[in-house]
């Protein structure tokens, strides 16, 4: 299961205003247009260009109280990303990325919040892991990369 959120929970836009990566306009605009849209908010700032997929993958990370990892700087463990099929890893937006010292795999997620994909993680991958938010075009890569 997913950590519980802090309680000192922020909502996506309010940790963006605190960051000073979008302003409270913008936000009220990104809101309105989400209900017609039907795009998750952080979906909609970087589709307009106010920020990039990694300040919301940041984001993301701090407010489900989980750590951000840089794929494009991880060394992976071959032995670690063999533990997941490439359909599987594409499918669940996730790549396993090395054993940690406690024997629990390190796991990078794009969606923190899709608590069936991190479920099915689990199943799959033998339930001992440890999850990091990752930023999605990073992801996208490294699994072109790690899974050629």
């Known amino acids: 299961m997913l950590p519980e959120p802090k309680a000192d929970w922020l909502p996506l836009g309010a940790l963006l205003i605190r960051e000073g990566l979008i302003s409270t306009e913008q936000l009220e605009l990104a809101l309105i ?6 795009l ?3 979906e909609l700032l970087v589709q307009w ?16 109280d989980l750590a951000f990892l840089d794929l494009d700087e991880a060394s992976f463990d071959p032995v ?20 940690l010292d406690d024997g629990r795999l390190l796991v990078g997620v794009a969606d923190p919040t899709d608590v069936g994909a991190c479920d099915e993680l689990r199943t799959l991958l ?23």
């Open 33 to 38: 247009d989400q209900q017609g849209t039907g």
């Open 80 to 99: 670690a990303v063999a533990r997941l099929g490439a359909k599987d890893a594409r499918r669940r937006d996730a790549i396993p990325v090395r054993f």
């Open 49 to 64: 260009g106010w920020v990039d997929s990694a300040a919301i993958s940041r984001a993301l990370a701090e407010q489900y």
């Open 126 to 148: 033998g339930g001992a892991i440890s999850l990091v938010v990752v930023d999605q075009t990073e992801l996208q890569r490294a699994l072109a990369r790690e899974y050629a």
């Open 40 to 42: 998750r908010l952080g």
